[in-house]
């Protein structure tokens, strides 16, 4: 069964119009989270293809997958604006989720990119099983994420979960464990860093990240999901 039109019209015109006006430090994590990249590429919530121009040369082609129609377009465009460099990868850009990937994202891949996605999937360990399962032994998922933190800045993050934010951000939940249910996906972490994209004063509750690569041990299948990640 194929996964429900994702339409978010309000929510895709304010992350375009967000994107173009992108902090450096969202776009120094970007470059951080694809250097070194190599092979074959699955992104999946692609948005506006904000990450196409930091494929470097050992990236011989990116699959990215992206729901919304009016964001998938603009990733098109993207795709095409990073060709032009002449040294880009080639891309695929087609419709989909983790939960109904495209045709397009048949066999193993290299690498599996997760950016700003796992905030907003609505089952996080499924998505991460299907990650596994779509990497190569020895493949790497590429992780740069929205992270539940603690304190006064993880109740402001609670409190926007539980009204206005996801409705507002294209269901965005800011207080997420998105590092343990890596862990549980049964990847192995092998570099990772947390990150903070504005002050740690300041009540914004997607200021906490966290930036890393995660690798997949061996040739079975995704371990199951313990429980929900919330």
């Known amino acids: 069964m194929s996964a429900p039109a994702v339409d978010h019209p309000r929510f895709s015109a304010v992350w375009s119009w967000l994107m173009r006006r992108e902090p450096?430090?969202?776009?120094?994590?970007?470059?951080?989270?694809?250097?070194g990249a190599t092979g074959r590429v699955l992104e999946v919530g692609a948005g506006t293809g904000a990450n196409f121009a930091h494929y470097g040369p050992g990236v011989t082609e990116v699959v990215a997958v992206e729901p919304e129609a009016r964001?998938?377009?603009?990733?098109?465009?993207?795709?095409?604006?990073?060709?032009?460099?002449?040294?880009?990868?080639?891309?695929?850009?087609?419709?989909?989720?983790f939960e109904d990937l495209p045709p397009e994202a048949v066999g193993a891949f290299d690498v599996v990119v997760c950016s700003l996605v796992l905030c907003s999937v609505p089952d996080v360990d499924a998505a991460l099983r299907a990650a596994y399962d779509?990497?190569?032994?020895?493949?790497?998922?590429?992780?740069?994420?929205?992270?539940a933190?603690?304190?006064?800045?993880?109740?402001?993050?609670?409190?926007?979960?539980?009204?206005?934010?996801?409705?507002?951000?294209g269901g965005?939940?800011?207080?997420?464990?998105?590092?343990?249910?890596?862990?549980?996906?049964?990847?192995?972490?092998?570099?990772?860093?947390?990150?903070?994209?504005?002050?740690?004063?300041?009540?914004?509750?997607?200021?906490?990240?966290?930036?890393?690569?995660?690798?997949?041990?061996d040739a079975g299948p995704a371990p199951s999901a313990a429980g929900p990640v919330v």
């Open 24 to 35: 450096a430090a969202l776009t120094q994590g970007r470059r951080m989270l694809l250097d």
């Open 71 to 97: 964001l998938r377009l603009e990733a098109r465009a993207a795709a095409q604006d990073a060709a032009r460099s002449g040294a880009a990868p080639r891309f695929v850009v087609a419709d989909g989720t």
């Open 134 to 147: 779509r990497l190569r032994p020895g493949g790497e998922l590429r992780y740069y994420e929205h992270v």
């Open 149 to 169: 933190t603690d304190g006064a800045l993880g109740v402001v993050q609670r409190a926007a979960d539980a009204t206005v934010w996801p409705r507002a951000f």
């Open 172 to 217: 965005c939940h800011t207080h997420r464990h998105a590092v343990a249910a890596i862990d549980r996906a049964g990847f192995e972490r092998v570099r990772h860093r947390d990150v903070q994209v504005a002050p740690r004063w300041a009540p914004v509750p997607v200021s906490p990240m966290a930036l890393g690569v995660a690798r997949r041990g």
